[in-house]
């Protein structure tokens, strides 16, 4: 005679692997003979364009019943327009999902106008890129590392396009004590690396992962002109960066590091998806499970390194942890944070 417990356990496992086998038709029966949308706050051609039409085209043999994939801009507010409409006007149903702006989680928390949407519901599905904010100057200005920056007299000039190559400065300013001047005006990277050739701006924070590409020349200059990294936000499998100083090594003041981890951790989901709120579970889960598939593809793989971009995989689950990170800043961070970032 069969064990009772051991008998109801059996039952039990062969009841979840229905559901789940069930659950799975499901999803496959509702995405059969479909069209998914793909959202992309972003113009073509650019960066996140590129990002989100290369998922796009592996996405779909990863998702049950392999539904066609149509992939729509819609620019505007840097990806506000793209998220208000995701929110409040797309269909809940598992047929539309969107390529975001991370930055507008903080945009969300400071009550930037605009913002008609709560980043906390969207159903993160996962991130396929970060951005790992690095500060570099020119060797020309005689200074090599951030001791040097600290005293430097008179400031250096750091050229400032948008929200990461402006708050970035203000944070190694305000927060860490560098002796530098922002040069705000520039339209995008590419000017201010113009304007450092020009010498109107002798150094400047990004992303490493478009430095290490877009500025290659500039990092193996001679020795008098060379673009040198002195300060990042960590990332120790790069070895130009893996011995570097972190900003959390030099902000002191309890308040302004919680501020600056809160301001960061967005950029650890850089390239993120959602889906609006309230989508049935399974589908949703179909979804996250076929994103990392995709991006797992070595297929996928192949394309990606071709045309030039990284992938860096951050679950849904760890992007939403990151999102309530940032939501939960005291009021003494986010008066920091109001000051940096609007100015105050």
């Not at 990461?164 to 520039?186: C, E, Q, W």
Request: glycine share 12%; charged share 20%; proline share 5%.
């Amino acid at each position: 005679m069969r064990h009772p417990f051991r008998l109801a356990a059996i039952l039990s496992l062969l009841l979840c692997l229905g559901l789940t086998a069930t659950a799975g038709a499901d999803v496959a029966g509702f995405y059969k003979g479909k069209t998914l949308r793909f959202i992309l706050g972003a113009s073509p051609g650019g960066g996140f364009d590129t990002y989100g039409r290369t998922i796009a085209r592996t996405l779909t043999k990863h998702i049950p019943g392999n539904p066609k994939i149509i992939v729509q801009n819609m620019p505007g507010a840097g990806f506000a327009i793209a998220m208000n409409y995701l929110y409040n006007v797309a269909k809940r149903d598992g047929s539309v999902i969107g390529g975001t702006n991370s930055g507008l989680v903080m945009k969300q928390v400071l009550g930037e106008k605009g913002i008609k949407f709560d980043n906390a519901k969207f159903g993160w599905l996962g991130s396929a890129g970060k951005a790992t904010p690095t500060c570099m100057v020119m060797s020309r200005t005689g200074v090599s590392d951030l001791k040097g920056l600290m005293s430097a007299s008179p400031p250096v000039n750091f050229g400032s396009a948008g929200t990461l190559t402006r708050d970035t400065p203000l944070i190694l300013r305000d927060f860490v004590g560098a002796k530098i001047n922002l040069v705000r005006g520039y339209n995008g990277t590419a000017q201010i690396r113009a304007a450092v050739r020009r010498k109107e701006v002798d150094g400047y924070c990004s992303s490493w992962e478009s430095v290490r590409i877009q500025a290659t020349e500039m990092l193996e200059g001679k020795a008098g002109d060379r673009l040198v990294p002195f300060l990042t936000s960590g990332d120790k499998n790069e070895p130009v960066l893996k011995n570097l100083p972190l900003f959390t090594d030099h902000i002191k003041n309890d308040d302004e590091r919680t501020a600056y981890e809160a301001w960061l951790a967005p950029y650890k989901f850089f390239r993120a998806y959602v889906t609006p709120p309230g989508i049935p579970r399974d589908r949703l889960e179909a979804l996250q499970t076929a994103f990392k598939n995709t991006l797992d593809d070595p297929e996928f793989r192949a394309v990606s390194k071709k045309i030039g971009i990284e992938i860096s995989y951050l679950s849904g689950a760890d992007i939403q942890g990151l999102v309530n990170q940032v939501f939960s800043i005291g009021p003494g961070a986010k008066a920091r944070l109001e000051r940096l970032v609007k100015g105050k």
